[in-house]
């Protein structure tokens, strides 16, 4: 063989190898490609047991505080962000109007009371004369009885010739004003009787009367506690809005105060929701912490879709639809006890181990 054959020789073969080369490193791209594009959607083999999720935040319950009555600030006594404790005093509002008002609700209550009082006594009395009324009518039917015993002894009297018609006329005429006596007294009886019954339904009136400036009493009351602003729960405040000599009108936001119970909410993606049930174990880091890593389990999952509690629902029937992953909330308690630094609006990245699910249905 001559020396050019065997140089077009070697240039063969190593064109051989450049294609052998060539095609083994596509090859191997296109696997790298396919198992990049595996694990960044977490498809086998590298599903993953652990569901992780960066849209989620510490949450709290922040409660705006607001005053219920109007009036001007008479003090301030707590500063921005500071702890307080349920019941302390933070903010009063000028009380002398409120105060008046309490005054005026209770001379009502006095006034009614009175004459309530007096409404017990006109009972009294008004069955004092049912009493006399009674003792009346008696007497005029014993006079009744005995005029007309009278006017029969005279009658047989006249019969015989004893007594003379004027003197029987004289007895009859007795006699019918006994009986009318009597009448008189059963209606008079009958008066009092009518009135007691006023009086008794009177009582009733005076009876809600006192009822109502009570109530009204009560609610003065209320407006003077509510002219100083307790602190509704331990906690730390925000920001005050308000100050000393400010007028301030009832539901206007004075500060806010955060409670020390915390929790996170977690957007999980519907399509990874698979087995994430409440009791799951979870760990979560805080970015503004430098990633400082807190224990939790799932408490709650949310009943529907995040898109579902939205003022306007999405309406996907339309003609350029697009799918998307919907988002679900999921709630999670808090079991590491070392929290101060925590905040609510913080973000934080969530990994939910899902194993112990798997392992509950393995079981079963």
Same mark, same amino acid.
């Given at each position: 063989m001559s020396q050019q054959e065997q140089s077009q020789l070697n240039e063969r073969e190593r064109n051989n190898k450049l294609r052998i080369l060539s095609i083994a490193f596509g090859a191997g791209l296109a696997v790298v490609g396919v198992l990049v594009i595996l694990y960044a959607w977490q498809l086998p083999p590298f599903t993953s047991q652990v569901q992780t999720t960066e849209n989620a935040y510490v949450r709290g319950?922040? !409660?705006?505080?607001?005053?219920?009555?109007?009036? #001007?600030?008479?003090?301030?006594?707590?500063?921005?962000?500071?702890?307080?404790?349920k019941g302390e005093v933070?903010?009063?509002?000028?009380?002398?109007? #409120?105060?008046?008002?309490?005054?005026?609700?209770?001379?009502?209550? &006095?006034?009614?009371?009175?004459?309530?009082?007096?409404?017990?006594?006109?009972?009294?009395?008004?069955?004092?004369?049912?009493e006399r009324n009674k003792a009346i009518l008696a007497n005029a039917k014993a006079q009744a009885m005995k005029s007309g015993l009278d006017l029969k002894r005279v009658e047989n009297l006249v019969s015989d010739g004893s007594l003379s018609v004027r003197e029987r006329?004289?007895?009859?005429?007795?006699?019918?004003?006994?009986?009318?006596?009597?009448?008189?007294?059963?209606?008079?009886?009958?008066?009092?009787?009518?009135d007691l019954q006023s009086v008794i339904v009177n009582t009733a009136a005076l009876q809600a009367d006192v009822a109502s400036a009570e109530a009204a009493l009560e609610l003065a009351q209320i407006d003077l506690d509510n002219t100083k602003i307790h602190a509704p729960a331990d906690?730390?405040?925000?920001?005050?809005?308000?100050r000393q000599g400010a007028y301030v009108t009832a539901g206007?936001?004075?500060?806010?105060?955060?409670?020390?119970?915390?929790?996170?909410i977690a957007n999980m993606k519907e399509t990874?929701?698979?087995?994430?049930?409440?009791?799951?174990?979870?760990?979560?880091?805080?970015? &503004?912490?430098?990633?400082?890593?807190?224990?939790?389990?799932? *408490? #709650?999952?949310?009943?529907?879709?995040?898109?579902?509690?939205?003022?306007?629902?999405?309406d996907n029937a339309?003609?350029?639809?697009?799918?998307?992953?919907?988002?679900?909330?999921?709630?999670?308690?808090?079991?590491?006890?070392? !929290?101060?630094?925590?905040?609510?609006?913080?973000?934080? *990245?969530?990994?939910?181990?899902?194993?112990?699910?798997?392992?509950?249905?393995?079981?079963?």
């Open positions: 319950q922040v !409660t705006f505080i607001s005053p219920q009555v109007n009036g #001007y600030v008479t003090a301030v006594k707590v500063l921005d962000y500071q702890p307080v404790k933070m903010m009063t509002i000028d009380d002398r109007i #409120y105060l008046q008002r309490v005054h005026q609700a209770q001379a009502q209550v &006095a006034m009614k009371k009175a004459a309530l009082a007096n409404n017990v006594q006109q009972r009294r009395s008004a069955e004092a004369v049912i006329d004289a007895a009859r005429a007795s006699h019918s004003q006994t009986m009318a006596d009597v009448q008189q007294a059963v209606a008079t009886l009958d008066v009092s009787r009518q906690g730390q405040l925000g920001q005050i809005a308000v206007a936001r004075l500060t806010s105060i955060v409670p020390e119970q915390l929790w996170i990874q929701m698979a087995h994430i049930r409440p009791g799951l174990p979870v760990t979560f880091t805080v970015d &503004a912490l430098n990633d400082e890593r807190f224990e939790g389990k799932v *408490e #709650y999952i949310s009943p529907a879709a995040g898109s579902e509690f939205s003022a306007i629902s999405p339309t003609g350029n639809f697009v799918k998307i992953a919907q988002r679900i909330p999921v709630r999670i308690n808090i079991t590491s006890q070392n !929290t101060t630094r925590l905040r609510p609006g913080m973000s934080v *990245e969530v990994s939910i181990d899902t194993a112990a699910a798997s392992e509950a249905q393995g079981e079963k």
